[in-house]
C-alpha cells in the first residue's frame, strides 16, 4: 500500500478523532479530556513560525502582543467552570492565579479588543 493511501485510509481512525474531535475539542473530551489550546509561546516552542511575525510572541497584554497569548488566557478563564478541577488542567489556573490581578486583567482586556475587532486581525 503506497503512502497516499495509508492516508487516505487514515482518515476516519485518525484526522475525524484525532484534528476534528481532540484538537477542536468537538467531541466534547472523549478522547481528548483536555482541551488542545496553545498560547502563542506554545506555538512558538514548537514551531518557526514567530520569527517574521509582526506580533510579539513574548507578551500578552501590549497592542502588538501575540492574539494566541491572550486569546488563551480568555479562554482558560471563560472555561474555568468546566476545566478548573480538571486534573490534567491544575498547572495552568495555578499559573494563571499566580499572576498579578492588574496582569490577568490588561490580560483579558486584550483579548476581548482582539475578539471585537476579530476580522481585523
Ligand atoms: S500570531 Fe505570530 S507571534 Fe503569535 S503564534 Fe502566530 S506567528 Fe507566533
Excluded at 484534528?19 to 481528548?32: E, F, K, N, Q, S
Excluded at 498579578?100 to 475578539?115: G, N
Aim: some cysteine.
Amino acid at each position: 500500500m503506497s503512502g497516499i493511501w495509508r492516508c487516505v485510509d487514515a482518515y476516519e481512525w485518525v484526522e475525524l478523532p484525532n484534528t476534528l474531535g481532540m484538537v477542536m475539542h468537538a467531541d466534547g473530551g472523549y478522547l481528548g479530556s483536555k482541551p488542545y489550546a496553545a498560547s502563542g509561546k506554545y506555538i512558538q516552542r514548537m514551531s518557526d513560525y514567530c520569527g517574521a511575525c509582526r506580533y510579539k510572541v513574548s507578551s500578552a497584554e501590549e497592542d502588538n502582543s501575540c492574539p494566541f497569548n491572550s486569546l488563551y488566557w480568555h479562554f482558560i478563564q471563560r472555561h474555568r467552570g468546566r476545566f478548573g478541577k480538571h486534573p490534567r488542567m491544575g498547572m495552568v489556573y495555578k499559573a494563571w492565579e499566580r499572576m498579578a490581578p492588574a496582569r490577568r486583567r490588561a490580560i483579558l482586556q486584550r483579548a476581548e479588543a482582539l475578539l471585537d475587532d476579530i476580522e481585523n486581525l
